[in-house]
């Protein structure tokens, strides 16, 4: 009997489905033609799928809203981008590229501070000046110096309720802690990062959906480093919400807002309304996307 449902975790092979209508868990296997057309069903896929026998078998999935490549997830509609003040050290570069990866993919971002309780009061003030900066660009922020608290935990929990999430974010920025503080019996695998490296151990390894306060919640593997390569060099000023706001005051239109004359996001960041830091990295990054181009 053909039924629906959402994938929430998959574990070599089988993919642990959740019945839209009964809500009951089934294990499925995908069929062998998906491994033929190059298809892999990824975690928060729409399927449709056989459940007559001990072990169910995904028959399609359905169209996806979107998809995730880093980490890997489908049908997102909230990111938790979980930002670490130190082990490993703040790096904007790093966050402005997942913000970028995050709204390319038209997925709400929500900016989550943790381990600022490591800082010395000077260095925490320095990075909540930077952090009401991605409030003005227009992001939701989340960076009380102690970053478990009661108060903090259940506005951001307010936030899942009818919605996919998904937390995502270097490696040892504490995205399994942060979902471990906000439902108790969890129980996620953590551990210290390197201190040699100061890198995270990519602790956790697969992704996997929680339901939480009325929605679904997911920790993912976290990682190093991603790359832009699906962003073409006229999109990316768009993926600059605080560009966006002022690219119609360009006097041209698809400004690039680097070299152009009377550009308007130029005028801003000369006016200090627009961080500098992002527009380096949009310089930045427009300057990676450039690079692959040539490499074809
Ligand atoms: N001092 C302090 N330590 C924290 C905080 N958040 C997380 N940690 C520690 O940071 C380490 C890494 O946390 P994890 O939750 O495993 O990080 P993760 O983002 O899930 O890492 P991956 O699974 O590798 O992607 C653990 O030792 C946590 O106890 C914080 O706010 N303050
Ligand atoms: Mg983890
Ligand atoms: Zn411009």
């Known amino acids: 009997m053909e039924r629906i449902g959402r994938i929430i975790k998959s574990i070599s092979g089988f993919y642990d489905v959740i019945d839209d209508e009964s809500e009951e868990l089934i294990r499925t296997r995908a069929r062998g033609n998906f491994r033929k057309r190059k298809i892999k069903p990824l975690?928060?896929?729409?399927?449709?799928?056989?459940?007559?026998?001990?072990l169910g078998y995904i028959l399609e999935i359905l169209p996806r809203e979107n998809s995730l490549v880093r980490p890997p997830i489908a049908n997102i509609?909230?990111?938790?981008?979980?930002?670490?003040?130190a082990e490993p050290n703040f790096s904007s570069n790093l966050l402005d590229k997942i913000l970028v990866n995050i709204e390319h993919n038209s997925i709400e971002p929500v900016v989550y501070l943790t381990k600022s309780d490591l800082l010395t009061t000077e260095k925490y003030q320095e990075l909540q000046k930077i952090m009401q900066g991605y409030r003005e660009a227009g992001y939701q922020v989340f960076d009380d110096q102690e970053a478990y608290n009661d108060d903090q935990l259940d506005r951001l929990e307010k936030t899942f309720?009818?919605?996919?999430?998904?937390?995502?974010?270097q490696s040892g920025a504490g995205k399994s802690t942060l979902l471990n503080h906000i439902d108790k019996e969890l129980g996620l695998?953590?551990?210290?990062?390197?201190?040699?490296?100061?890198?995270?151990?990519?602790?956790?390894?697969?992704?996997?959906?929680?339901?939480?306060?009325?929605?679904?919640?997911?920790?993912?593997?976290?990682?190093?480093?991603?790359d832009l390569m699906d962003i073409t060099p006229e999109e990316l000023p768009t993926?600059?919400?605080?560009?966006?706001?002022?690219?119609?005051?360009?006097?041209?239109?698809?400004?690039?807002?680097?070299?152009?004359?009377?550009?308007?996001?130029?005028?801003?960041?000369?006016?200090?309304?627009?961080?500098?830091?992002?527009?380096?990295?949009?310089?930045?990054?427009?300057?990676?996307?450039?690079?692959?181009?040539?490499?074809?």
């Open 189 to 226: 695998a953590t551990a210290e990062i390197s201190q040699v490296l100061n890198r995270g151990k990519h602790t956790t390894r697969q992704v996997s959906l929680f339901n939480i306060a009325d929605g679904l919640v997911a920790d993912t593997p976290g990682f190093s480093s991603i």
């Open 161 to 169: 309720a009818d919605k996919v999430t998904v937390f995502t974010g």
């Open 77 to 85: 509609d909230q990111a938790i981008v979980v930002t670490s003040a």
């Open 239 to 296: 993926l600059f919400p605080e560009f966006l706001e002022y690219s119609g005051e360009c006097q041209f239109r698809g400004c690039r807002h680097v070299n152009e004359p009377n550009c308007k996001v130029k005028e801003e960041l000369a006016e200090g309304k627009i961080m500098h830091s992002r527009y380096d990295d949009y310089l930045y990054f427009l300057n990676e996307i450039n690079s692959y181009k040539k490499r074809y």
């Open 43 to 54: 975690v928060g896929d729409k399927v449709s799928y056989d459940a007559t026998g001990d």
